[in-house]
């Protein structure tokens, strides 16, 4: 996410500050006083290796499972329609956003042009709100299905509503981004700077100690301690608050031995495996894929002097930060399509001869799970 990039400020060590009453001044006659970039060809290749790597993983991961459930209609459900606009929001980040953030990382200064600076952060945004507000849904999915399982039509119900208010959110999240980014540059003796950032009223104000004026952002600041906020530490919270829901009904309700056999107690162990797994991996990838992020953004907005060169140290972290946001992406179908059976039968009927009866496959075991899932909660409920 290019939100918090700032070239003048990462990248140069000029003395002269933009906000500074200098900046007014004619700079032509002086050299640039800032560090080229010029990386070496190994490094080069590896970023553009890996970035390729994640996006082709992205894109044909996220397609599959959109096919699949576009084509087999016993995997059309609640949660499924979750699934795929999460996909979308994914692939809207990758093919928009992480090839942007590659080019931005191996060139000097900003060569795309105003006009994708702003789309770029917008859409960024928007498909990265869309897709944890989708990870959210599908938490709330679950958890009414099997918490409650005899509330499940709560979502179901509603999951068109959910999707199309997910999507107005984020664009309404991502849209002040539309008006405040744009591109900024400057003519030195031997070289024209050139850089995207946000352009925020400055703040002045009157240090207590000093009696200095101070300038600051408090409407960026503002702005990104909200969208950290918002894109990262509730959907934490709320997601491990529902899981943690979820895990201990699986795990610690059991149905009475006499109701139900031994082989559908074994099933009902092996779903609860299957759950428990499943749950805390979506958890950890997304808390791990986007923690990093989040300190670059909060370190970038906070620090103590804002007109002093950030760290060497800096540069690496948000390079790898930004690149496990993006592996997220590739990350999602192998996680909510690699835990079910009926998925990886979808997929390898895309590519099989004999399609009909992999569906028919894919229908039985869709009817098999539903029918003993149903009893088994249904047992739970008539025990509670």
């Known amino acids: 996410m290019d939100l918090i990039e700032n070239k003048f400020y990462q990248r140069n060590v000029t003395l002269i500050p933009e906000d500074s009453e200098y900046f007014e001044y004619d700079l032509s006659s002086l050299d640039y006083p800032g560090n080229m970039t010029h990386l070496p060809k190994w490094e080069i290749a590896i970023k553009i290796t890996f970035y390729s790597f994640i996006i082709i993983s992205s894109v044909v991961g996220n397609c599959l499972l959109f096919l699949v459930i576009a084509r087999t209609k016993p995997l059309q459900t609640t949660t499924n329609f979750f699934l795929v606009n999460l996909a979308v929001s994914d692939l809207l980040v990758i093919s928009c956003c992480s090839w942007v953030r590659l080019v931005d990382d191996l060139t000097?200064?900003?060569?795309?042009?105003?006009?994708?600076?702003?789309?770029?952060?917008?859409?960024?945004?928007?498909?990265?709100?869309?897709?944890?507000?989708?990870l959210v849904l599908i938490a709330c999915d679950r958890f009414f299905g099997i918490v409650f399982a005899m509330k499940a039509h709560i979502i179901e119900r509603r999951a068109s509503y959910a999707i199309v208010i997910?999507?107005?959110?984020?664009?309404?999240?991502?849209?002040?981004?539309?008006?405040?980014?744009?591109?900024?540059?400057?003519v030195w003796a031997n070289h024209v700077e050139i850089w995207c950032d946000d352009i925020w009223p400055i703040t002045e104000e009157v240090d207590p100690v000093t009696g200095s004026i101070m300038k600051s952002f408090k409407g960026r600041k503002a702005y990104y301690m909200f969208v950290t906020v918002a894109l990262y530490f509730v959907p934490i919270l709320t997601m491990s608050v529902i899981y943690i829901l979820i895990i201990l009904t699986v795990w610690f309700t059991r149905a009475p031995g006499e109701r139900i056999s031994v082989k559908e107690i074994q099933v009902q162990n092996k779903v609860k495996r299957k759950v428990v797994i499943m749950l805390i991996t979506i958890l950890a990838t997304f808390g791990l894929c986007w923690l990093p992020l989040e300190i670059v953004i909060l370190y970038s907005e906070?620090?103590?002097?804002?007109?002093?060169?950030?760290?060497?140290?800096?540069?690496?972290?948000?390079?790898?930060?930004?690149?496990l946001a993006f592996a997220n992406s590739a990350l999602n179908p192998l996680i909510y399509a690699g835990f079910n059976e009926n998925f990886r039968k979808g997929f390898r009927a895309l590519f099989g001869n004999n399609e009909r009866k992999f569906y028919a496959a894919i229908y039985r075991a869709?009817?098999?799970?539903?029918?003993?899932?149903?009893?088994?909660?249904?047992?739970?409920?008539?025990q509670l």
């Open 108 to 134: 000097e200064g900003w060569v795309l042009g105003n006009v994708f600076c702003k789309l770029n952060s917008f859409a960024q945004v928007t498909s990265m709100v869309a897709g944890i507000f989708s």
């Open 166 to 186: 997910t999507w107005v959110c984020a664009i309404a999240v991502a849209s002040p981004l539309l008006f405040v980014r744009q591109e900024e540059s400057r």
């Open 302 to 323: 906070y620090r103590p002097n804002q007109h002093e060169q950030l760290p060497h140290w800096y540069s690496i972290l948000e390079f790898v930060s930004y690149t």
């Open 366 to 382: 869709d009817s098999m799970y539903h029918t003993s899932t149903t009893h088994v909660m249904t047992t739970q409920h008539t």
